[in-house]
């Protein structure tokens, strides 16, 4: 059965950091994109992180410089290290995949067809 179970969210105040991990339990048999969505309230869905089977990756333009989405395909493990962090980061993040996606940057911008329960991250001025 996939699966996929953030942790690592949290309160910090801005300009702090975290890192949310994405524990990933997924077929064995087929190759997966993945990444991080965020959802505020009273906010569209954002696709903040993504990375395709072939490595690349691609940023939403609110968090480059800032956030790094790694990946360890040996245990489905799937990182995002958030740095200096603003009030307006304030979400729920959410680990998502799909089976083969046409990009990273395609995948940022669609809808998942995977997805876990949610991190709640929240940054105070």
């Known amino acids: 059965q996939v699966r996929l179970e953030e942790s690592g969210g949290g309160s910090v105040q801005a300009g702090g950091s975290l890192t949310l991990t994405c524990a990933a339990s997924?077929?064995?048999?087929?190759?997966?994109?993945m990444g991080w969505f965020r959802q505020a309230s009273e906010k569209p869905r954002e696709g903040v992180a993504t990375i395709d089977t072939y490595g690349t990756i691609s940023y939403a333009d609110s968090v480059k410089g800032r956030v790094s989405i790694s990946r360890v395909s040996a245990n489905n493990t799937l990182y995002l290290q958030m740095n200096s962090l603003k009030p307006e980061d304030s979400a729920t993040y959410y680990c998502?995949?799909?089976?083969?996606?046409?990009?990273?940057?395609?995948?940022?911008?669609?809808?998942?067809?995977?997805r876990g329960q949610g991190t709640l991250v929240t940054v105070s001025s």
């Open positions: 998502v995949a799909e089976i083969a996606c046409p990009s990273a940057y395609v995948f940022r911008l669609g809808t998942p067809t995977l």
């Open positions: 997924l077929n064995m048999h087929k190759t997966y994109c």
